[in-house]
Nanobody
Framework: QVQLVESGGGSVQPGGSLRLSCVAS????????MGWFRQAPGKEREGVAK????????YYSDSVKGRFTISRDNAKNTLYLQMNSLKFEDTAMYYC???????????????WGQGTQVTVSS
């Protein structure tokens, strides 16, 4: 059974930083692309970042490029998202996701966790 468990969310002021983590079980991380998507109330799901199985290729949405960094530690079955220079519009529930298929949109990934809330407010 595949399980993805996110942590690291919270409340932060604009300009602050957070680091999200996602521990995966039930899959071999090294064979799966992994990523993060987010969803704010009343808004569509947005793919934020994704990383290839060997961490060679990364993708970022334009809205977070230059501020967020995705990384993974396959030995620990863990995915990370370092979020810097956070903005009000980054407020959302953030979901970790994984998929064994070739490079597809992260919002279409097969497996995802329960999410962790990120709130940016002053």
């Amino acid at each position: 059974q595949v399980q993805l468990v996110e942590s690291g969310g919270g409340s932060v002021q604009p300009g602050g930083s957070l680091r999200l983590s996602c521990v995966a079980s039930g899959i071999s991380n090294s064979g799966y692309s992994m990523g993060w998507f987010r969803q704010a109330p009343g808004k569509e799901r947005e793919g934020v970042a994704k990383i290839s199985p060997g961490a060679v290729i990364t993708y970022y949405s334009d809205s977070v490029k230059g501020r967020f960094t995705i990384s993974r530690d396959n030995a620990k079955n863990t995915l990370y998202l370092q979020m810097n220079s956070l903005k009000f519009e980054d407020t959302a529930m953030y979901y970790c996701a994984a998929d064994g298929r070739n490079w597809i949109p992260v919002t279409s990934f097969t497996y995802w966790g329960q999410g962790t809330q990120v709130t940016v407010s002053s």
